[in-house]
């Protein structure tokens, strides 16, 4: 497809259970970050990369999330141990490159529910 | 810590009324963004403004985005019921990166 693609769409899993999230950018975009988005609330970034390296990790909220990027393109969010304040919809985003005003398109996100 | 503030937080108009919402910081960006994004869907852009007093017009949607590249508006005249939603403004990190400060989010609901 022509957008960002993420999967699963939706992901229910138990507290203390590890999850992986999927995102597919945009085909020849650079610049891939994750956002996270909790009920009601704008959006926290959380990682940027650029090709397959990660310049700014600052918003990781804890060493359980971990995301890696290969082949510039797929990306891949871990959250390790899961805990109920995980809970929210987790948005990746793509553009051309980094540089100053470029758009960044977003994807529909995953939105996980931590029982 | 870069802060986005933005308000209202809700808004609910009657359809042909006017409305502004406004994005305020302390801190500088690079250039800032208005997304709308809809239940269940990622952020939809809609403008971008880079340069201080920059006004840009999207039919009945302006943004502007202030002289000393701090704030933001957007206005719409005469809102009709599919301009409702979430809108987010957004400021690039000037650090570098261009990653994205969002705001709360201003949900409008635009009643016939």
């Known amino acids: 497809g022509a957008g960002v693609s993420q999967s699963p769409s939706n992901k229910v899993t138990e507290k203390g259970k590890d999850v992986e999230l999927r995102c597919d950018p945009i085909?020849?975009?650079?610049?891939l970050y994750w956002y996270r988005q909790r009920l009601g609330q704008g959006l926290e970034f959380l990682i940027y990369f650029q090709g397959n390296s990660a310049p700014d990790k600052s918003g990781l909220p804890s060493d359980r999330f971990s995301a890696e990027r290969t082949g510039e393109s797929v990306s891949t969010l871990t959250i390790q141990r899961t805990q109920q304040e995980d809970s929210a919809v987790y948005l990746c985003?793509?553009?051309?490159?980094?540089?100053?005003?470029?758009?960044?398109?977003f994807g529909d996100g995953t939105r996980l529910s931590i029982l | 810590t870069q802060l986005l503030e933005q308000s209202p937080q809700f808004l609910s108009i009657q359809e042909g009324e006017n409305l502004t919402v406004y994005c305020n910081s302390s801190s500088v960006f690079s250039s800032l963004q208005w997304y709308r994004q809809e239940p269940g869907e990622g952020p939809v852009l809609l403008v971008t403004?880079?340069?201080?007093?920059e006004v840009k017009k999207l039919k009945r949607l302006t943004f502007q985005f202030g002289d000393a590249r701090k704030d933001s508006s957007l206005h719409i005249t005469a809102a009709q019921p599919g301009d409702t939603g979430l809108y987010l403004c957004a400021g690039a990190d000037p650090g570098g990166y261009n990653k994205l400060i969002f705001g709360a989010g201003t949900r409008l609901a635009v009643h016939p």
């Open positions: 085909s020849g975009h650079t610049a």
């Open positions: 403004v880079v340069t201080g007093g």
């Open positions: 985003a793509s553009s051309a490159f980094q540089g100053k005003g470029q758009p960044q398109h």
